[in-house]
């Protein structure tokens, strides 16, 4: 695994990781740190997904991009076992030693492929489980108990470490946070110095931006009741939304629901690139999510940034937000409770500046920065190597 180089009796060679992820947006918007420090210390890495507009960007961190075509938002066995067949002789080409997995569907295809071509190192890194994971009904509960029951069983080996972001989806798939093989992380980290709070704005109306992919996953069409519920009641909030539908995923929210909401104190601005001007624009930050989330970036940038936080008690959400200290936290699917927390902050300025001001510590003291997430998988990839 760590044969001496060349000139013999030098130092080891470095694992090469091979990440697996399906889309290269995802990666780009997450994962860029984790290659950073990984070609920082040494290890050859490749990036192996589905190339679209960001091959620069990772190429830019000393990281190999490999083309491979899969569609993320099926998880049909057919296409997912011609896409590990692909990708299996992708990683013997490559003489892969780690293949870092990111994704549930990055996990299924890139563990079948690492048994394919016999890598037993491996990290399954689980970003949250989507819809599989929010659903409370009797097929959610079949589809997890399967997921676990294929992900623990012949995609495991004993050289597989679990990365997860917060520590309920460990316990979904059977393990226990605590044990060795186990990692909880920060999410996938943020830049403090990248992400910095800026003044309040005038107050009232309390301004409330939200910022994510427009999916009824992420709760939209809740914070929107609420705004509206809130305004009815009397009190001063606005809401504002930021960010797109995505077209390949089967939850998205149509554009022509969107610009319907637009109405009433609540504004669909459409994709932003300044999300932290968006954040500086508002007092809070708000993510009713139904679950499945792994940890919210956008909770992080949000706090980051000193902003105090609206979000909902499910997985990665209160991993990272403590109720009544960074912010409020309320049931999902419950827009009368939203709408009850809005009207308490917007009653309440000095409130949201001290949880904002939390949420800022929270997020340099609690292990949620690149340099504590990046230091984490450094750790497991010399534990492997």
């Not at 504004?267 to 968006?278: I, R």
């Not at 403590?322 to 936290?329: D, Q, T």
């Amino acid at each position: 695994m760590q044969p001496q180089d060349a000139a013999g009796g030098g130092e080891a060679r470095r694992a090469h990781i091979a990440f697996v992820v399906t889309e290269d947006w995802f990666f780009a918007s997450h994962f860029l740190p984790m290659a950073r420090a990984a070609v920082a210390a040494g290890h050859p890495v490749s990036v192996v997904t589905r190339v679209r507009a960001h091959r620069e960007i990772i190429a830019a961190t000393g990281a190999r991009v490999v083309p491979l075509e899969t569609e993320r938002s099926s998880l049909n066995p057919m296409a997912a076992g011609y896409a590990a067949g692909q990708l299996a002789a992708i990683l013997k080409a490559l003489k892969a030693d780690i293949v870092h997995c990111i994704a549930l569907r990055g996990i299924l295809v890139g563990g079948a492929a690492a048994a394919l071509a016999g890598i037993p190192s491996r990290v399954y890194a689980l970003t949250g489980l989507g819809l599989i994971g929010a659903r409370p009904d009797r097929a959610g509960r079949l589809a997890r108990g399967a997921l676990r029951l294929l992900i623990r069983g012949p995609l495991e080996t004993g050289r597989t470490r679990y990365l997860f972001e917060n520590p309920d989806d460990a316990r979904l798939l059977g393990l226990d946070p605590a044990e060795p093989r186990v990692t909880v992380v920060g999410g996938a980290g943020i830049d403090p110095e990248a992400w910095v709070p800026r003044p309040l704005p005038p107050h009232p109306p309390l301004r409330i931006a939200l910022t994510a992919r427009m999916l009824w996953s992420k709760g939209i069409d809740t914070a929107v009741a609420a705004a509206h519920r809130a305004r009815r009641d009397g009190a001063a909030v606005e809401l504002a939304l930021h960010g797109a539908p995505d077209p390949s995923n089967r939850r998205a929210i149509p554009e022509a629901t969107l610009r319907d909401w637009s109405r009433d104190g609540v504004t669909w601005h459409g994709p932003t690139d300044d999300v932290a001007g968006a954040l500086a624009r508002a007092h809070v930050a708000c993510l009713p999510s139904r679950g499945g989330e792994g940890l919210p970036r956008a909770l992080l940038e949000a706090a980051a940034s000193g902003r105090a936080i609206l979000t909902t008690d499910v997985p990665g959400c209160r991993s990272l937000v403590r109720n009544g200290i960074e912010g409020l936290v309320v049931p999902p699917d419950d827009p009368t409770a939203l709408a009850a927390a809005m009207a308490r902050l917007a009653a309440d300025p000095d409130l949201v500046a001290r949880m904002g001001a939390a949420a800022r510590e929270r997020v340099l003291g609690g292990g949620f920065t690149e340099a504590a997430v990046t230091g984490a998988v450094l750790h497991l990839y010399a534990d492997l190597a």
